[in-house]
């Protein structure tokens, strides 16, 4: 096995975006990238080529219907994909499907053990639900990796692990009843932040009661704060010892994101990646995909994800 973490680059993920003035604008991908190389990891990362998600593989978790929808509007490239957050930018389609794609291809070198650790930086894109785009999100590439693990590959027991601010709802709602789908979500209470759910009585539905965690932290809320929720996330995590594990690394909850209230720093998203890489090796043969999320100030998203790949280069 290859131990170098695979971080994917590519312009057809970098095309992933909204354009001025959206927050989620398409140098997102480069601005990463800088950092990136900046911080001299040198042989510890290798590049991989973003791939293309197909048809069929974005509808493990999406509906034919809404799947043609977002081909006919992305042709159209005018109007709205929800109901006014997720613009139907001309080729978003195609965008979409490659952050999908990317994240399926970085499933596979990982489960055919060419690499234990892998990151996808404009992936996470985790309000999506099964037959609707929300919250700047259009296809959901966490849930049909999820999906995707257990029909390739036979994975049932996959952790869902999300720090973005807002609550990973598309991933959440789409698995609520789903005891295999291990979920954890520490997020801004949606008092305050978009889109208003993740209460901590929300632990699964039916069958899966018991097998969510959802941690609602307050307006302000620092590394301190998130250092004393994160011991309940190990302990869950180690009781459930899932098979592989997937991290949303959302930048969107550092202190200074124009459109949250968090006050985390990028120390958070470095220790909270470290711990899952143990946790990783202890009971998923090491593997995990980090997935870059949200995140709107430029310098947090840059030096919150590198954080989280030099964590994922440094830890053993
Ligand atoms: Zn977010």
């Not at 992933?16 to 040198?42: C, K, M, N, W």
Request: glycine share 12%; with cysteine.
């Amino acid at each position: 096995m290859n131990h170098k973490v695979l971080v994917y680059k590519g312009d057809a993920i970098a095309a992933y975006g909204f354009g001025d003035p959206h927050p989620f604008g398409t140098d997102r991908h480069d601005v990463f990238h800088a950092e990136l190389d900046s911080a001299g990891l040198g042989d510890g990362v290798e590049y991989g080529h973003p791939g293309v998600a197909r048809v069929d593989e974005l509808a493990l978790f999406h509906t034919a219907d809404y799947i043609d929808k977002v081909s006919r509007m992305s042709a159209l490239g005018k109007g709205w994909l929800d109901d006014g957050d997720t613009p139907a930018m001309p080729g978003i389609y195609d965008a979409a499907a490659a952050v999908a794609g990317t994240v399926l291809r970085a499933v596979d070198e990982i489960m055919h053990g060419n690499h234990k650790r892998a990151f996808v930086p404009i992936a996470g894109l985790h309000h999506a639900g099964r037959e609707h785009a929300a919250g700047f999100c259009v296809f959901n590439d966490c849930g049909i990796a999820i999906e995707y693990l257990r029909q390739q590959y036979g994975v049932q027991r996959v952790a869902y692990v999300d720090i973005d601010a807002h609550h990973g709802d598309g991933v959440f709602y789409s698995f609520e009843d789903d005891p295999d789908l291990l979920l954890v979500d520490i997020h801004e209470d949606g008092r305050f932040l978009y889109p208003g759910t993740g209460a901590e009585t929300e632990t699964g539905s039916g069958g899966a009661r018991g097998t969510k965690l959802n941690i609602a932290l307050a307006p302000g809320a620092d590394d301190a704060d998130f250092t004393v929720v994160w011991r309940r996330v190990e302990q869950y995590l180690e009781s459930m010892r899932p098979e592989f594990i997937i991290l949303q690394c959302g930048a969107d909850s550092l202190e200074g994101d124009p459109i949250t209230h968090l006050a985390l720093s990028e120390e958070a998203h470095a220790s909270a990646a470290a711990s899952l890489c143990r946790i990783a090796e202890a009971h998923a043969d090491g593997r995990i995909i980090g997935t870059g999320g949200g995140g709107y100030n430029r310098r947090n998203l840059a030096r919150a994800w590198t954080r989280v790949v030099q964590s994922f280069v440094e830890t053993h």
